[in-house]
């Protein structure tokens, strides 16, 4: 039987309209500051939807555009302003850097007010998921992949969740929200021993390697949710992700696209978290 597939883009628009209906209801502007150092093209697009989303749910944003030059001290001036200005309510440092700057990305991002910090990547704000308080701001991907999840099912006490990936800005993040919801967790990673193995015991799989249609459909357990976070550019320009998609969902229960799955829901969990910093 064929898999049911997850629609983000639609789980995104009804959530957008929620937050609309916040914005209005907390009768004040609410402020976004996204700060874009050098020309990345991939961060411009980016950044531009994060703009038309705000727009769209009546949230402010306010760009800063730093030249690829701008120097360390440069950007932890303009972080320190939008920490004291009082109508910006969400920063968002746009990763990665400029090469020049890589050494000094994490100091920069731990410069951002907690209470500011929507990309929830302070430690302040990584403190409080891993506690389990729930008055933190959660990263955005990991957040939108767990409403992705419960969208196809609502109770997943005592499933097996399996994470590819291990990074701050998902996998940790990720497996603590799967912890919360009493799942029973296993990361996974480079150095994981026979991962087909490991990914064929998971309930609930979750991929965020970078690695094109790395998860064929003998890893996955039948009936297993999928979530595909990868993204990837093949050399046809297409955008792919890291299951192999028309494979593997013939096998899953329910299985999320590429594009049009994670991605959406990434940016209508940015407005979330900046609609519930307005709220500090
Ligand atoms: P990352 O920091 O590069 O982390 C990749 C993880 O994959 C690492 O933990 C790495 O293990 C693991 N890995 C690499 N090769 C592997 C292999 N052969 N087998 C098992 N694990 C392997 O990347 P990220 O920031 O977490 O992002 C992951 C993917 O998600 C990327 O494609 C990115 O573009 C995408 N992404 C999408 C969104 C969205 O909105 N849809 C948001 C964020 C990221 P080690 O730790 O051992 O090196």
């Known amino acids: 039987m064929s898999a049911h597939i997850i ?25 976004l500051a996204v700060i874009l150092v050098g020309d990345d093209p991939a961060s411009h697009v980016y950044v531009g939807n994060k ?59 731990q410069s ?32 939108g992949s767990l409403r992705l999840i419960k969208s196809a099912e609502e109770n997943l006490s ?6 590819i990936g291990r990074s701050n800005l998902f996998g940790k993040p990720m497996a603590q929200l799967l912890l919360q ?42 009936g297993a949710i999928v979530i595909d976070v990868g993204i990837n550019r093949l050399d046809t320009g297409k955008l792919c992700g890291d299951v192999d998609f028309d494979a593997v969902k013939d096998i899953a229960s329910a299985i999320t696209p590429v594009p049009g799955g994670v991605g959406p829901m990434t940016i209508a969990c940015l407005l979330a978290n900046t609609v519930k910093a307005a709220t500090f």
């Open 7 to 31: 629609d983000g883009k639609a789980i995104a628009a009804h959530l957008r309209e929620e937050i609309k209906a916040q914005v209005t209801n907390l009768g004040k502007p609410v402020g």
């Open 51 to 109: 703009i038309k989303a705000c727009a769209h749910v009546g949230i402010q944003s306010f760009e800063h555009k730093m030249s690829d030059e701008a120097t360390e001290e440069e950007i932890r001036h303009v972080i320190k302003n939008l920490n004291e200005n009082p109508d910006i309510h969400g920063i968002l440092l746009q990763l990665p850097l400029p090469q020049h700057l890589s050494a000094v990305q994490e100091s920069l991002v």
């Open 112 to 143: 951002i007010a907690p209470a500011k910090d929507v990309d929830g990547l302070t430690m302040t704000n990584a403190g409080k998921l891993f506690l389990g308080m729930n008055d933190g701001l959660i990263p955005c991907t990991p957040q």
């Open 158 to 163: 005592g499933k097996h969740a399996v994470v």
């Open 181 to 222: 919801e009493n799942c029973t967790v296993t990361i996974a990673h480079s150095r994981t021993k026979d991962l087909a193995s490991v990914c064929k015991t998971a309930d609930i799989l979750v991929a965020a390697v970078g690695r094109p249609k790395m998860v064929q459909a003998d890893w996955v357990k039948d």
